[in-house]
């Protein structure tokens, strides 16, 4: 009677190198014969975010309310902010500063950088 065995689980990793362009193709070519395969579909992520650098702070803003799950009248009473200038510091008609910034992130349980 032969005894079923288990096989192994090959573990896999993924590998990320930074170096100059004209290089890629040659550790590409030095990776493959020890089994790694070129995974070259992915691109940076301002390329895939369709916004401007200009509105990305002011949808970060938005996504981060939306996450906490509060409103701009609420988020203004938490922050002293008026409500009026968290919906332009949104739409990117006024920017949020570093003090804003400041209280927006530790309201909205996130980091203040990304608001700038």
């Given at each position: 009677m032969q005894v079923h065995?288990?096989?192994r689980r090959t573990e896999r990793i993924e590998l990320r190198f930074v170096g100059p362009s004209d290089k890629q193709q040659n550790a590409i070519d030095l990776l493959k014969p020890l089994g790694f395969?070129?995974?070259t579909d992915s691109i940076p992520w301002r390329e895939a975010f369709p916004y401007s650098k200009e509105a990305l702070p002011g949808v970060c803003l938005s996504?981060?309310?939306s996450k906490e799950g509060i409103t701009q009248q609420e988020l203004s009473r938490l922050t002293g902010i008026?409500?009026?200038h968290i919906?332009?510091?949104e739409h990117g008609k006024r920017p949020i500063g570093k003090e804003n910034a400041k209280k927006l992130g530790k309201?909205?349980?996130v980091g203040y950088k990304v608001f700038l």
């Open positions: 065995t288990k096989k395969l070129s995974v996504g981060a309310r008026p409500q009026r919906s332009e510091m309201a909205l349980n």
